[in-house]
Every structure is written in C-alpha cells, then in structure tokens.
C-alpha cells in the first residue's frame, strides 16, 4: 500500500488532528487516514478550508460519541511561546519520578512544542498512556512490534521527527542501554536510532546513582554528547532515602529544553560570565556547620538565563539541593574562602554576578574532632574571624571585569544599605531585596522561596521592579545584562 507524507500542514490543523487522535486513541496518520477515507466517501464536504475541516472533525468526532475539540477550539488562539514549532520525543521511563512527566508534557506544551511521548513498559506501571495521551494530545508509543504503529511511524521517523529526545526520568536501566548500544524495547531503539540531540533527566535511587556502573555510564554519554540536566540531591519519594538522585524539576527541564533548542538572538554569545549562588558552609567541627537559608534558587536561575542568552557561564556554587542548570559549568565549593579562591581564578571574565549569600565569619580554628559536652565545662566559645569579601575583591581587582553585580539582601534600610554596598564593593549594579519576614512574599519569604521584588541600584538611581518568580527576575536581569554589555567592549 502506498504512503504519504503531508508537510506544510496549518498549525492549527495539525492541532486539530492531534487532538482528535488522541481522543480516539489513534496515531495522527491513522486519523488523517480515517478523515480522508470519511471525505472520499462523501460523509463529509470537500476538505480545502480550515472551517471545512472543522466541521468534518466536528461530524467525525460526534458520530464517535466522543467531545468535539475543533468546536471546543473554535476562536481559541493555540499555544505560542519559546518553544513554538519545536517537535519533542519524551521517553517516559519506569520509576517513581514518572509522575512529573505528566507535568513536564503540560509545561512543554504551554510554551507551544509539540509533545509526542514513547513509555516503558516499567513507565506504564507508574502512569497510565491515558493520562499521557490527554495530556500529550497524541497516540502514546509503547511498542516496538506494534504493527499499526511500525506500520504507521516506524521507530526510525519517531526518533528522527523531532528536534530533539528528552528522557525524563531516565533510569539506571536506560542510561545503561543507551550506554552500551542496547536496542531492546521501543526507548531503547528509538533513543539509539536518532541523529537529534538528547537530554536525560537522571531519576533513581542515590546508592544506584553513585554506584560505579551507573558513573560509568554516565561519563560515557557524556562523551557520545547527551546533555544531562540533574539529578539533584534531596528527600527521594521512598521512605527514610536522601541524597543525590530525585529528578530535576519541570521547570528546570524546561529550561533545559529551551538551552538546548532556543534558536533566538544570543547577544551573550562570547562573553564569559562568572556567577556565585547558594550558600557557604563554615565548619565548626567535622559535623557542624554554620550556613544560612540561602537555597541557590535566584543564583542558578540567573546563570541559566546567562546561559540561554548564549554567555559561557562559570557558577560557583555553595552547598544546595537543586540541580545544575543546564548549559552552565558549575563548580561546586563549601567555604566562603573556597568560593573566592574559585572566582579569581576563573578571572577575567567580562561580567560577574554575586548572587550567593556568603557567611561574613568563619571559626577562627575549626576543630580537627567533633567537639564534646564535658560536664561542668559549659559550652564551648567560638572564636569567628571575617571572611573575605568576594564581590568587594572583585570590584577592586586588577582583572576587575567590565561589568559587576552584586546583591544585597536586608531587613531594614534596603536602599541606603544597598547604595552604600555599590560604592564600597565597586559594583556597577546592586540587586537589592527585601530579605525581612515583611517583605510580604509567600510565607517562605525571599530565602528559599520561588518569588523576589527586586530594585536596581546604580549610580544613574533606583529602579523599582514589581514582584515576580526568580526564574522572571533572572531573564529580566539577564537582558539588563547583556544591554550594559553592549558598551562594554572587550
Ligand atoms: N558578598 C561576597 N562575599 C562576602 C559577603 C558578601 O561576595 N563575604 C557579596 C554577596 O554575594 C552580595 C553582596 O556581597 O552580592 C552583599 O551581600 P550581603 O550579605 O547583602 O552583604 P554583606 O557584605 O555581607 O554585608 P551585611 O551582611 O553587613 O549586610
């Protein structure tokens, strides 16, 4: 039997068809087939409009009992955003971190791609192809001997029909398959037979992360040229686990996806930029420490910005549970004197953006053995001594870069405290925010929370901005970046 292939088709037609298939539990090819059958055999008009097409899905999809999404889309403008036009193969694999495929497929589609979804069999005993099908508005793929499905796609055209594959969560079992050139199942086929991009979002057990085979493999698809956004470290769905191993959030995915696709104007591209996020831990002994609530959120959102406006970014990170942005070299430290000693060697760089909440003071002596109640001797004195002033050290440095950013974080006086910083860090712009219980955002509050009302201060002022996400915050201030940066020449 002969088949066609359709290009060109209206977005708003593919969508359509998209829809209707995944109501009817069809691949879009056997629903164009059904259509186009409906329309030779004369059940429906001619098909050569949009409004045409329309009724015919309306007609097709009532006389299947089923809703009808061309009338339900009739007049609703179709998702547009930065991934708009970009085709998507998400490979669902088996583990608890499944579940957050569901909303990764949402977050993807809002942002206007086009989501098509291979599972595991070990993924469908987490989530249901029901459920990835409504939300992926297409056929869901779990076969590699399904004959409608080879018949109608084919392995080969599903791996090469996007513009790239993203495994989410890829599991021990899959980064060993791709790693050793298995070709077993449906992923394992599909992943082997693409020439796109892949990212892999890691999702398991920490003892299966840090095993030697799993850091084996990894280490190799690093090498083949995968992309990996995660894992990071914290509590795992399984009772009493902690550690290095749950899967990168949607969003960080997301913003993993759009690094990796994101073909629009890069006016970073050449520039290196160094970013310092987190926290520091200062040791008082070898188990305790003094740090602060800084989680890292507003300083690797920003070097993820940096990073999407195509900047060769440097982060330094202190000690946080969220994974390392995409697209970003990511040095990890503990102390605030670790963290300078990280920053001036990655000096020059035409930009650096001190975002971490480095703690001013360290123990004088931190003790060699855990300190211990003696009884009758009280507690024990601590002793602290200044750290240095990373930003101010910076600012004054022979190999100052052209543009320096800091931030301070206050709970009285925000602007006379973050205009006395500019000056005496020589910083051209300071980020200034709120960090007081009355800031009044979310009852985290700014540490540790997902949303910052910042202002800048420079020396031309102050300028207010409104309250938004970190993720907002730090394209707005990437952007702001790459302006000042323009009349920087290097
Ligand atoms: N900073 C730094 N090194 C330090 C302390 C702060 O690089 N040892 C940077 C921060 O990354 C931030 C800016 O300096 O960009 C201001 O940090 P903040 O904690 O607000 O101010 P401090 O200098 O610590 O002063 P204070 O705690 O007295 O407000």
């Known amino acids: 039997m002969a088949s066609i292939t359709i290009r060109n088709l209206d977005d708003e037609v593919k969508e359509l068809l998209r829809r209707l298939a995944a109501e009817n539990d069809r691949s879009m090819e056997e629903q164009a087939r059904v ?22 899905l309306h007609k097709l999809a009532t006389s299947q009992g089923t809703p009808t ?11 547009r955003g930065t991934l708009s036009n970009k085709r998507i193969l998400l490979i669902i694999g088996g583990g608890i971190a499944a579940y957050k495929a569901l909303d990764l497929i949402r977050r993807l589609r809002e942002r206007g791609a086009a989501v098509r979804v291979v599972m595991t069999s070990a993924a469908q005993e987490f989530v249901t192809t029901l459920s990835v099908g409504a939300l992926s508005a297409d056929h869901v793929f779990i076969d590699l001997f399904d004959r409608n499905d080879e018949h109608d796609v084919g392995h080969i055209r599903l791996s090469r029909e996007a513009d790239l594959l993203v495994v989410a969560p890829a599991t021990a079992d899959l980064m060993a398959k791709l790693a050793n050139g298995h070709a077993s199942d449906l992923a394992s086929t599909v992943l082997i037979a693409t020439d796109k ?39 795992m769905a399984e009772s009493n686990e ?10 960080e995915i997301v913003a993993a996806v759009e690094a990796l696709l994101d073909a629009g104007p890069r006016p970073l591209a050449g520039r290196k930029i160094i970013v310092t996020s987190g926290p520091t831990h200062e040791p008082i002994d070898p188990v305790r420490y003094i740090a602060n609530r800084s989680s890292g959120k507003q300083g690797h959102a920003i070097a993820a910005a940096l990073a999407r406006l195509g900047a060769d970014v440097r982060l330094v990170s202190g000690p946080v549970t969220i994974a390392d942005p995409a697209g970003v070299k990511t040095l990890h430290v503990e102390r605030a004197q670790e963290m300078r000693d990280a920053v001036e060697q990655l000096l020059p760089a035409d930009a650096a953006v001190f975002v971490a909440a480095v703690a001013d003071w360290r123990t004088e002596n931190s003790a ?6 003696v009884v009758g001797e009280g507690p024990p004195v601590l002793r602290m001594v200044e750290n240095p002033d990373i930003l101010a ?20 006086d925000l602007l006379r405290n973050a205009e006395a910083k500019l000056t005496k ?26 949303r910052n009302r910042v202002r800048i201060v420079s020396k031309a002022g102050v300028e207010e901005w409104p309250e938004m996400t970190k993720d907002e915050v730090a394209a707005r201030l990437a952007a702001l970046i790459a302006e000042r940066l323009k009349t920087i020449v290097v």
Do not use: C, Y
């Open 393 to 412: 050290g910076v600012g004054h440095h022979k190999h100052r870069p052209g543009l320096v950013v800091g931030f301070a974080a206050e709970t009285q």
């Open 242 to 251: 902690a550690g290095e191993g749950r899967m990168a959030e949607p969003l």
């Open 69 to 79: 999404p061309a009338s339900a889309l009739a007049g609703k403008s179709l998702p």
């Open 35 to 56: 259509m186009i059958r409906a329309a030779v055999n004369g059940q429906v008009g001619p098909v050569g409009r949009l409004d045409q097409i329309e009724k015919a």
């Open 425 to 450: 860090k020589g910083a051209d712009l300071i980020v200034a925010n709120d960090v007081s219980h009355q800031s009044g955002i979310g009852p985290s509050g700014v540490m540790g929370g997902d």
């Open 197 to 235: 991009p892949v990212l892999m979002a890691p999702a398991m057990n920490p003892r299966m992360w840090s095993h030697p085979a799993t850091r084996r493999n990894r280490a190799s698809l690093g090498k083949d040229g995968i992309t990996f956004v995660g894992p990071a470290k914290g509590e």
């Open 368 to 373: 060699g053995e855990k300190i211990k109640k």
